[in-house]
């Protein structure tokens, strides 16, 4: 296959979905087909945009007579989404962090209790976005927050929700990349 400069894709910008694990996922009939309601947008990241890992889990064998592995044992596979949250509000805080805002003095006082119940909620996260005028979805079908947040407080920076998503097996795969990318295109 020689260079093909059309192949490279660079994510000019995108949006951030999340909903309860068992929301509907969209049809396929279109790469950014309208989400139903209870999906929240995630509102600005960083321009550090996402990172989307996929990892393969492997064993060496290895024998007397040989100084490299005889056989190689696909154990298990991970995955992964991480990015910065820019943006706070109830919903995000409720949705990412786990929790509940309420009102003790109604639009003067809000307040955000985390949910320590030891349950690791289920969510559906899209990750949608454009090159151009080619569309991309990365569907991941189960996630669950993987990783201790910390947030800056401080006076140069902005207060930034650091987040990593576990990805989930699930009877759909792990996750589905829908894309309008001709470069796709079965022959």
């Given at each position: ?55 393969v889990e ?28 820019l943006q ?100």
């Amino acid at each position: 296959m020689a260079g093909d400069p059309t192949q490279i894709v660079v994510a000019g910008t995108g949006t951030l979905s999340l909903a309860p694990y068992g929301t509907a996922i969209p049809a396929d009939t279109t790469v950014h087909s309208t989400l139903a309601a209870a999906y929240v947008d995630l509102g600005f990241t960083s321009d550090d945009g996402v990172t989307i890992s996929d990892a393969v889990e492997v064993e060496d064998i290895a024998a007397w007579q040989s100084l490299y592995p005889v056989r190689r044992v696909i154990t298990g596979y991970s995955g992964g989404v991480s990015f910065d949250l820019l943006q706070w509000s109830k919903d995000i805080f409720e949705q990412v962090l786990h929790g509940v805002v309420t009102e003790p003095t109604p639009n003067v006082v809000h307040e955000f209790t985390p949910t320590r119940d030891g349950v690791l909620p289920e969510k559906i996260l899209i990750v949608d976005f454009t090159d151009g005028a080619e569309l991309y979805r990365w569907i991941f079908h189960k996630v669950t927050l993987g990783a201790d947040i910390e947030i800056p407080i401080d006076k140069k920076t902005a207060g930034v929700i650091p987040t990593e998503w576990g990805v989930q097996d699930d009877v759909l795969g792990p996750f589905v990349l829908r894309t309008s990318d001709q470069n796709f295109t079965i022959d």
